[in-house]
């Protein structure tokens, strides 16, 4: 079924039907969820080389992804990000433009994007904690949506955030209300905003209850399994080793628990561990019951919603910068349990 077949159908004009379809603010609410109703009944899918041309867009968002072996967004949460924004861009007809850069050509890739016309916005991934693509992407016009927040950026964007202090503050109370004081953070890489406010929320939590951070028990890298690994093993094998450990994210954690059994210790008894989960869609925490006890959010739903909030900009149905704040879910799983008694 073609647009006129449509309009037709629903005794609408092509145009209205059109700009219901994609959202336009005029269209009456009623009037909308009929067209969306008959567009899904009937299979309509809208030819986006004609959508592009009556619009004015190219309808493509584009992603921008450093070619580099050390980036937290190159793992398999990114997968499951982009998994959730294709979600999202299906539904309204807009492609997805992956551009594969070298580390120094990351500028000059958002540059070429405003410059050429190709997409008709981008999103940032992995923002720093002095993040220099927002400022460039402002000056360039380009819509643009952060997942993620620069903490030292001082002009206001839109961004979709995770609260990353009070999630690790509650996972180092839960594990303070355990009766542990030795609680090492395996974190990821610090000049990175979430990083830097996850180790905020560790060290508030041990700062209120009058335990000194040790500066032997945090470390801070690529979140892989073996870096979880390399660090828990070396912790372990001190004189005075932590009875807790809290990972960035699932993956290093995996590490973590595989150094703890490696020396003949049980998880959860003589060495607990809680994560960071993104509920990833092909490497689930336990199935009904969690493995790991985890701060848990997921990164498809952000995926999924980050692509709404920059297709709502690029359309005009925002006006102004967009900012949401998630909390994330404590899951209780088998992986904690009481200090043990030295």
């Known amino acids: 079924m073609n647009l006129r077949e449509l309009s037709d159908l629903l005794g609408l004009s092509q145009t209205t039907v059109s700009r219901a379809l994609n959202g336009y603010p005029e269209v009456k609410e009623a009037t909308r969820i009929r067209v969306a109703e008959a567009a899904l009944a009937h299979n309509y899918q809208p030819n986006t080389r004609a959508k592009s041309l009556a619009t004015g867009r190219t309808m493509s968002i584009g992603h921008v992804i ?3 072996n050390q980036h937290e967004m190159v793992n398999l949460v990114f997968s499951d990000f982009i998994a959730g924004a294709g979600e999202a861009y299906a539904r309204e007809g807009y492609d997805m433009r992956v551009s594969v850069v070298d580390d120094s050509q990351e500028a000059a890739a958002y540059e070429r994007l405003a410059n ?3 997409v008709d916005g981008v999103i940032v991934h992995g923002p720093l904690v002095n993040d220099a693509r927002i400022p460039l ?9 952060v997942h993620g927040r620069s903490s030292n950026c001082p002009t206001p964007y839109s961004w979709l955030d995770v609260n990353n202090r009070s999630a690790f503050l509650r996972a180092t109370d839960f594990l303070l209300d355990l009766g542990h004081t030795r609680i090492a953070l395996i974190n990821g890489f610090e000049q990175m905003d979430f990083a830097m406010r996850r180790r905020a929320g560790y060290a508030d939590a041990l700062s209120a209850r009058g335990v000194a951070l040790d500066p032997s028990l945090t470390h801070a890298f690529e979140m892989t399994e073996p870096f979880g690994y390399a660090k828990t093993a070396q912790m372990l094998d001190a004189d005075n080793p932590p009875t807790a450990v809290i990972a960035s994210s699932l993956i290093p954690a995996m590490g973590v628990r595989r150094a ?3 020396r003949g210790l049980v998880v959860g008894k003589d060495v607990s561990i809680i994560c960071f989960d993104d509920a990833l869609s092909y490497l689930p925490n336990g199935e009904g019951s ?4 985890a701060t848990r959010s997921s990164v498809r ?6 692509g709404e909030m920059l297709m709502d900009q690029i359309a005009g149905r925002t006006t102004g910068p967009v900012h949401e704040l998630w909390e994330a879910e404590l899951v209780v799983g088998g992986s904690t349990g009481p200090a043990p008694t030295r």
């Open 290 to 293: 969690p493995i790991f006890t």
């Open 260 to 262: 703890v059994e490696e």
């Open 66 to 68: 450093p070619l580099s």
């Open 116 to 118: 050429t016309g190709t």
């Open 301 to 306: 739903n952000a995926g999924r919603r980050c």
């Open 137 to 145: 992407l402002q000056k360039l016009g380009l819509p643009f949506v």
